[in-house]
């Protein structure tokens, strides 16, 4: 079965300085990786996807992340954050070859102190 | 932009109560799905729905039943509600192309007192 293991529940960082999210999951079928986030008192929203391809995904706001198949991780990453990055960040996984279902981490809070 | 709408931000009921979760999605999507948010649990799947009339089970379906009568519109019922079902409930819809990404609304905090 598939699993989704973010590694730390709460990040706190200052701003302007780089943060990285950790997600690391299990499968035994080829998958697609997602990035979401949901800023307070919202839904999420997709900041990146990986479905095949170049292993270095763009995302908005500034975010990338890495799929490392050996590892079997994907971390996000950005170089800088701002006050405004503060919210919940969820890495997903679904299966490619039937993605109706998500399996969903349970989600990392960052934080982004003056 | 895909557009997804739930009826109500906040709701408040009484253990007992027959309650109606609307969600409504402007872009033609096929998939449509209910999740509930609870702190330390995540986001964990309660119906979803691939076609109009069709609905699958997610993880946790037990205490509540949905309706898919058009398209556009899921509804997320709870036939007796009880506190435990106290949570953030979370609508999203999906196209249909494999590599889609989901869209949310903005969410329902449900009480139930």
């Known amino acids: 079965a598939q699993s989704v293991t973010q590694l730390d529940s709460q990040v706190p960082v200052f701003e302007e300085a780089p943060v990285e999210l950790r997600c690391n999951y299990s499968?035994?079928?080829?998958?697609?990786l997602f990035w979401y986030v949901q800023y307070p008192n919202q839904g999420l929203q997709l900041l990146l996807k990986?479905?095949?391809?170049s292993t270095l995904v763009k995302g908005i706001n500034g975010f990338e992340a890495e799929f490392n198949k050996s590892q079997t991780s994907f971390h996000l990453r950005k170089p800088s954050v701002h006050i405004s990055d503060t919210a919940e960040y969820f890495c997903?996984?679904?299966?490619?070859?039937?993605?109706?279902?998500?399996?969903w981490g349970l989600g990392t809070s960052l934080a982004v102190n003056p | 932009d895909v557009k997804v709408t739930q009826s109500s931000r906040y709701l408040v009921k009484r253990t007992g109560e027959k309650v109606f979760l609307e969600c409504v999605q402007d872009?033609?999507?096929?998939?449509m799905f209910w999740y509930r948010q609870d702190p330390g649990l995540g986001l964990r799947l309660i119906y979803f729905?691939?076609?109009?009339?069709?609905?699958e089970k997610g993880d946790i379906p037990e205490g509540y039943s949905v309706s898919r009568e058009k398209k556009e519109r899921f509804s997320l019922i709870l036939e007796s509600a009880s506190t435990n079902q106290t949570s953030m409930y979370l609508c999203?819809?999906?196209?249909?192309?494999?590599?889609?990404?989901?869209?949310f609304g903005n969410g329902t905090r449900l009480t139930v007192t």
């Open positions: 990986y479905l095949s391809g």
């Open positions: 997903a996984v679904s299966n490619a070859g039937n993605n109706r279902k998500l399996i």
């Open positions: 999203a819809t999906r196209g249909r192309a494999v590599n889609s990404p989901l869209h």
């Open positions: 729905s691939y076609d109009v009339k069709m609905k």
């Open positions: 872009m033609d999507h096929e998939n």
């Open positions: 499968s035994s079928v080829s998958v697609y």
